[in-house]
């Protein structure tokens, strides 16, 4: 059964996604656990609206779903309490419902920004990381291929992403509505990666001519400032940078606060910009910019949950492509189901399909030699097989246990091990 758990902005305000954010640390505690659970296939993904964890669990039924989930939720928190207060908050989905949804994410209709541009990479980055570690098997293979397809479809054939808005261009956006015109502002942009480099460049686009770029590596800080006829600092610089600064966005990876309140009113103090109005942006989960900063006065501080607002108008015009895109997701949700069953029924029947092709291998090479055994085992086995896969095909895509059968050909013909049959399809089910 593939089951998920997520937490995103939907349910979650930003404090909520901060302390349940799959960190590195804690993707890379997920992929080295030990397969309890049932679960060795396994990939996680993170970005700054969302965590969530897919998994393939071949033994897994309805009765023993929570079961299930509970040992998914303390490979990602690491203890017993951590597992029960992410599950108390999580959605929990599975079977069809899990492929839906993930679907339906990379292809930016779960976004926080519709057609976000950005969600793509990141899906594609969090899979690779995953296939990297020996964590995802040929059922998440074929599920990440699927949704990282229809995510390429609805951005080529559909309207969704116009105007590729992301979460960074939204941060930008923001800024020059609150300031009119960008073409006399001091920007400071902290984070060189994806995001920060998507702020950048609409910052540039909107206008913007005095733009520092600051970023643990020199070399990313240069490029991106030389892409956006900037300069780059050191991140040591950062407090100086942000004094002088009318408008900050933040966006880095880092896992805690970047920009504390004592330090930036000392800073500010130094320079005489004490009272002079500063925005702060911060794009980051966890959050790089400690809230009591919104407290320092001139102090402005826009979290991911406070920008929401401020894209609902760049939706409107991408609403209208929304059931074009669904119907995609159905589209790919269908195929990739249907794969799924027929793998289900090869598995069903892999003892029995094993012992035939042993035979006839073995009686053919007799009589004819090897090269010839193996090829005519082949072509017998497929044509002997072909309607009993019909109608196994037909048993699980009407929801038919296999369990019974998978035993008894275990039980028949014994040379040949199940190799996962008993992970028959359980595929009714959805958010829970």
């Not at 300031?179 to 994806?194: D, E, N, P, T, Y």
């Not at 686009?205 to 600051?214: N, P, Q, S």
């Not at 966005?249 to 130094?270: N, Q």
Request: charged share 25%.
């Amino acid at each position: 059964m593939l089951i998920s758990i997520a937490v995103d902005y939907r349910h979650a305000d930003v404090a909520t996604r901060e302390r349940f954010h799959l960190t590195p640390e804690r993707l890379a505690a997920l992929y080295r656990a030990p397969a309890g659970g049932g679960a060795p296939q396994r990939v996680g993904m993170a970005t700054c609206n969302r965590s969530e964890l897919y998994a393939w669990v071949p033994e897994a039924t309805a009765r023993t779903l929570d079961g299930h989930l509970a040992a998914l939720a303390r490979a990602w928190m690491g203890t017993a309490a951590g597992a029960r207060a992410l599950l108390a908050v999580a959605r929990r989905r599975s079977g069809v419902g899990a492929v839906h949804h993930l679907f339906r994410v990379a292809s930016g209709i779960e976004s926080q920004v519709l057609g976000d541009a950005q969600l793509l990479g990141q899906l594609r980055e969090a899979y690779a990381h995953a296939r990297d570690a020996h964590a995802a098997g040929s059922v998440l293979h074929r599920l990440f291929e699927h949704a990282l397809r229809v995510g390429k479809r609805v951005r080529t054939e559909t309207g969704l992403s116009s105007g590729r808005y992301s979460v960074g261009a939204e941060a930008a956006n923001l800024a020059a509505r609150r300031f009119g015109s960008l073409a006399h502002a001091r920007v400071a942009v902290v984070g060189a990666g994806k995001t920060g480099e998507r702020v950048a460049r609409q910052l540039a686009k909107l206008g913007a001519t005095d733009i520092v770029v600051l970023n643990r590596s020199p070399e990313r800080a240069e490029a991106l400032a030389t892409a956006v006829r900037g300069r780059a600092a050191p991140l040591e610089a950062l407090y100086g940078e942000l004094a002088l600064a009318d408008i900050a966005i933040v966006a880095t990876s880092a896992v805690g606060p970047l920009v504390y309140a004592d330090p930036l009113v000392s800073a500010r103090r130094r320079f005489a910009t004490l009272h002079f109005p500063l925005l702060l942006v911060d794009l980051s989960v966890p959050r790089n910019v400690d809230p009591v900063v919104g407290g320092v006065p001139g102090c402005v501080v826009v979290d991911l949950d406070a920008l929401r607002p401020a894209v609902a108008a760049g939706e409107r015009e991408r609403n209208a492509s929304i059931p074009q895109a669904e119907a995609l997701v159905e589209q790919e949700a269908a195929e990739y189901l249907e794969w799924l069953r027929a793998a289900s029924a090869r598995e069903a029947i892999r003892p029995l399909c094993d012992a035939l092709a042993e035979v006839c291998r073995r009686e053919v090479a007799f009589a004819a030699g090897d090269d010839v055994a193996a090829r005519t085992a082949e072509r017998i086995v497929a044509k002997v097989l072909a309607r009993p896969m019909v109608e196994l095909r037909g048993a699980v895509a009407r929801g038919e246990s296999l369990e019974e059968m998978v035993s008894a050909l275990a039980r028949l013909f014994p040379t040949a091990a199940p190799r996962g049959a008993r992970a028959a399809l359980a595929l009714p089910g959805g958010p829970a």
